[in-house]
RNA sequence: GCUCGGAUGGUGGAAUUGGUAGACACGUUGGACUUAAAAUCCAAUGGACAGUAAUGUCCGUGCGGGUUCAAGUCCCGCUCCGAGUACCA
């Protein structure tokens, strides 16, 4: 019988299927071996041949390890929500479930008809609530929990609580949201239940924050930063907001540390370990504080300024903010009252909650120095301070008139009569108008701006600050002449989106704030500037500027012309800053003459020692927004009490995502979950009631959000362990049992995405004693991209320009340019050869004239042909030799059903061009073709064969009949047309030496993943074996087995019909002989100067001395001597000779 | 800009600690088989030059240097390509 690949292949796949000669057993004697594929989002497009190239290399592994007598677990899974099938939704209506239903089935069946090795019993599906019961019940350990840094790990908030009751937060020592109260045992317990919530929720591991998102009104959906272009959006060009809204945030950075250690103990690719390393963003340094002081003058003395502004200016920013509050929340009897007294109804200007020193006054008359307050009842008991406070107001030249709220509210004409009066009776004094210079010199005002540094010891370096425009000081600071520039810049900044900024690094642009800071150790005056370089979001927000040390704050000190000075010892900054580390620091007081790295032990002494700075470690990494506005997703088990998030009890779980109308977010812009009538927490029953029985007392409104893509990938590795669990996400004998993933293979384009968030999940549950490791996964291996070829006909655009003639225009376009533009194609092997062209030109006149002859003569119309335009055509009705199907092409779109090619009748070409494959490309390959024309054998060995699997490389169909004919020629070493011809011999020695050397070659290669050479040694061996004429079992049985990772289906039908009735995927794999190899001789390139001249066989046994004489002897060497005596001669034994002339 | 990869025939790619550059395959050319095609098999195939030929010489792993008896491999300096990242203080 002749190889029949699909009989094959369909009748062991069956077979497999059938008698689960792939499942895992949690109990075994054998050593357990793990291999992970990362799982595929099941798309409408299906599988294209790009997909099984890691899934072929991690079964050829996992096949290999059986042989190897391991237990193997290789599963296979869907990571099944997500973004298309919500598309898809909201286009046909139809349900997202269903489309993800029908696409998984395609996969499995394109994965099956691959031979994959999976056990299919463990198949998990992120979209399925058995399994999305348990990424629930993740998300509320998440929030069940705090991360302690004294110990390093993630606790239960109970015990954080615990310490609050008894000590407050003064000595806690945990991850949180910055700037936290501080309070004491006695004040928790006073809080009330929400206050303490509020406080907790900045604690846990999950919680809800205020978040900036990029809204999109028009999409009523939140977009991704790589979503708008412009400031519009990507997809329809629509505006783009940013928008707080509140969302759940995963507190990943508790974890930067140990995330960035845990790189150390696994063994990933570099590049990658690299990225996610850059990603947490780790810097050492310092964070300083510079006091801030109001503007110096250029000369004499402070003046005082406009006489409205009568608050002391030492605390008047403190009490601005009050009076505006106050403003805004007047009492009744203020609101009351000030209805008489605003715009000028008196007759005169009257203020309401000024500040006057260092009060604030209900009212006041400034030009004739009269305060009139508002008294409730709480004033009752501050008689006293009233008094003295009336006292020192007096002292300033005011009089201070008092009512009551019930005076004012009770009898309000007798009230202003009486103000009337006061005022009538009280002399005029003299406002000053505004503009002079508001603030004293040179005084401390009692703000600070806090710097991160990792620069630290260039702090006598710094020349001014500066400030994002978002940072929160810069309103507070910023004086009245620069009021209105600083207005426009940050006006002109909040327009740009960020990532506009971040595009443009060239442009510099900043604005001064008027303001100077004190700096910490000089003591010298700096400018505080806010320029856009700076981010809001990394550090503080602020930089201490040392333009001679930082090249962005040297370009900016340029640009604005602010001083450069120089604290580096010989080093010229003329040019550009010195960011060079082990310059020697100079004009730095206590720290002249040291490098950086002491430098900056000292400075950081020096800060901490005066109280105004301290060592600190910074990471850029962010935490991790985890909510989405979207419906195909994990419902979160969560509902809202008094707008205060809850946890639903675990036993109430899986919350499932509720039925709704649409896909889209409702008309007032809450997610799609809002859509959904049913979508209300019942207490007492503890499930999911419809919305219209919402009471908040007992039956509370759902979270509308739902989870983002990576939260069902961020564990399912533990779950295959124990897929069918309903009692816990995995039981822990499997856990203990599996432990974790010993290769797992995938793309890299997850670096900073699902391989990070599995980490730090992986992280969290370890410090729950959920899991036994740490680390889930030991080695990691990136495939590389599959691309595709796209391929292109060249259109000639052909310009017919209309002539005059006899005063009559010939409309030349209509006639021809609609009908050759866009319609002619000329094959790509011509536009490279010039002489051709000439050709072309005829051709094209030639099909211009044919028709229409009798109306055209040279001189009407003039052509142009010089423009190409590549058009796209499927890669499918090309070949090999990129040369087109022109009937098919024709046939392919109703345009070019009349197109025109060049040349006609001979081969025509296409151009082509490397791209990622999309369907939208027409450059999809898919695996189904091949595996009908050739077989999931040759797919297999031919994916392995393009390349080393880690690296990105073209599909090319070209070399794949040279695989499939080797496996032809692998049946006829067992069979000759019908019959089996392997005979019971002893194979020869040289055939056991082909046999054991492949098996040396296979056994290297498959450890260093080195998949494509083996199967260059297996072409090899059979080529070998069919020039032995080797029919042998005692060669061919073993190499069955060794070729039977690569090609299983072809293995396994050699194996039965050698007579074995067990599948050979247990079969023991051949054990290396390395005496079949041992050699009597070598064949020694010699070699002159280096240069390979003619090679010799020599003994082995030979001495160094024997092969040197043995050499000289050689006609050969004597001839390239030429009769000279050698210099040197350099003998390699079991290498080379070279002779040194 | 920074970080990390990479550059080898017409093509995909091989090449242990530095030790015969181009394995294996595709393609191309020639041949066999065949009425023919397909399939299969055989031979040649880095370039240049010399020779009837066997064969020989020279040049060849992006470019320029260096180390070495010997460099695709190690070192220094560049060029180009790809990927990631984006003002991270």
Redesign the pocket.
Known sequence: MSYNHRQIEANWQKYWADNQTFKAENISTKPKYYVLDMFPYPSGAGLHVGHPLGYIASDIYARYKRHKGFNVLHPQGYDSFGLPAEQYAIQTGQHPAKTTHENIKTYRRQLDQIGFSFDWSREVRTSSPDYYKWTQWIFIQLFESYYCNDVQKAKSIVDLIDIFVNKGNVDVHVSSDENIDIFSAGEWNNFSEKEQQVILAKYRLTYLSETEVNWCPQLGTVLA?DEIVNGVSERGGYPVVRKKMKQWSMRITAYAQRLLDGLNTIDW???LK??QT??I?R?E??MVEFKVLSPALSKGKGVRDAGYLTGNPEIAHLLLEKAREMRSNPTQAEAFLWKQLKSKKLGIKIRQQHLIEEFIVDFVCLSKKLIIEVDGAIHDSQVEKDTERTKLLENKGYKVIRFQNEEVIGNIDKVVSEIENELKNRKEFKVLPSGKPALPSGRDLGWEIE??????DTIFGVSFM?L?PEHELVSQIVTNEQKDAVKNYIEATAKRS?RD?????????GVFTGAYALHPFSGKQIPIWI????????????????PCG????Y?FAKHFNIEIPNIFQDIDISEQACEDKSAIIANSDFISGMTAKKAIKRIIFELEQKGIGEGKI???IRDAVFSRQRYWGEPFPVYYKNGMPQMIDVEHLPIKLPEVEKYLPTEDGKPPLGNATNWAWDMDKAEVVSNQLIDNETIFPLELNTMPGWAGSSWYFNRYMDAGNTDEFASKEALNYWQDVDLYIGG??H??GHLLYSRFWQKFLFDKGLVPVDEYAKKLINQGMITGRSAFVNRLIINVTDKVELGKTINLKTLYQIRFENNVYISSDILTIPLKRRRIRKLIEFLVKKDEKEYLNEDQYSLNYNNIEPVRVPTSIVN??DEIDIEEFKKWQIEFKDAISIPEEEAFKVSREVEKMSKSKYNVVNPDDICEKYGADTLRLYEM????L?????W?M?????????L??LW?LYFNNEDLIVVDEKGTKEELKTLHKTIKKVD??IA?F?F??S??????A??EL??QKCHKREILEPLAVLISPYAPHIAEELWNKLGHNESISTAEYPIFNPDFLIEST????I?????????MDLSLNLSKEEIESAVLDHE?TK??LNGQTPK?V?V?PG??????G
């Open positions: 930063n690719p570099q590049p690299d990225s850059n990603w963003g810097s340094g310092a710097v991160f540094t990792t620069r630290p500066t994002a960020e900024r971040m595009a443009d690094v060239k442009t510099i642009s320029g856009d370089y700076v981010l809001a979001g990394y550090g503080t927000g602020a930089v201490m500027a040392v930082d090249q962005r704050d370009d910074n990471y850029r890299s384009e670096a900073t090999t030799s064969f393009l390349g080393p880690e690296q990105a490389k073209p090319n070209a070399g794949i009949s040279g695989v499939s004919s080797f032809k020629k006829k290297e290669d260093n080195s494509n050479t199967v260059s040694s297996f072409m090899i059979v080529n069919t020039a070598k064949t020694y390139p070699s002159f100067n280096g240069k390979m001249r003619f090679t050969k001839s390239q040197k350099i390699v290498k080379i000779v070279n002779i040194v």
